[in-house]
């Protein structure tokens, strides 16, 4: 009796002890994961920012630093997959078996969910030809705004509402990128049919010269106004198309100070900016005779 109390408490002890001890490994597994993805995630960042740094180009070190993110990004799915193998294995869960059903169970998510696929495919090529970064102003189909985070799986733009858009990467078709090299500022001034329009077009060349010449935007505007004419005969007006070449993103600030700087100019020189109007006529008979319309003009009585 006492021989089997003895070696049933000798065995409980052992079970005790190697689970004390596959927890303590397991514990040591998760500090270790934990710490080597820390660990892992500063270099790549303290590494993306010294290349930053080593360049002039604002394009390179906004690819830099969307770069870092994907791949610290990386560093925890790598790390954490190789800590969950380990662990099971600590469990006495047979590691290889799951390892040959992941090929079946990966081809059955693979049918299952192809746009997931999909989306990390088409994020990975999207970051491999530097096609979107962070701080980049991009259009992605109906969708437009600022880059805020770009993944293996969707871009988060955020437009000028405020609102926050969520683009999986399998549904980017075109990527209209606004924030690359130089910007074109195109301007399209309406002036009324009676103007001149060479004076007119004078007349703006000198608001691009004096806007140029500011300090405020001289930085800003990379080439002197190029007039592109007469663009189209609208039904109130003669539209004048002209652009600035600028940086990237500064298109639309630099657009709407010249708009009030040539409004105040065209107020002061007597250059009418037409309101939209409708010319009535009453027609011509057979003979080419327009037929009277009466018309009777009433004047307001003023108040004594």
Known sequence: ???EFVNTAVLLWAQIGGLVTATLRIALIVVLAWGLVIVLQRAIRTFSRQVATRFDDSEAVKRAETLGRVFRYLVLVVVSVIAGM?????LGISVAPILGAAGVVGLAV???AQSLVKDYFTGLFILLENQI??????????HAGLVEVVTLRYVQLRDYDGNVHYVPNSQIS??????RGFAQAVIDVGVAYRENTDEV???????GREMRNDPAYSLLILDELEMAGVDSWADSAVIIRCRFKVKPLEQWGVRREYLRRLKHVFDARGIEIPFPHVTVYAGEDKQGKAPALPLRVLQAKTAP
Not at 201 to 207: A, D, H, K, S, T
Request: glycine share 14%; aromatic share 2%; no cysteine.
């Open 1 to 3: 009796m006492n021989k």
């Open 86 to 90: 380990l662990v099971l294995g600590e």
């Open 110 to 112: 693979g049918f299952g």
């Open 133 to 142: 970064r962070e701080g980049d102003v991009v259009k992605l189909g109906e």
């Open 174 to 179: 075109t990527v209209v990128n606004l924030a």
């Open 201 to 207: 077009m004078e007349v703006m060349r000198e608001v």
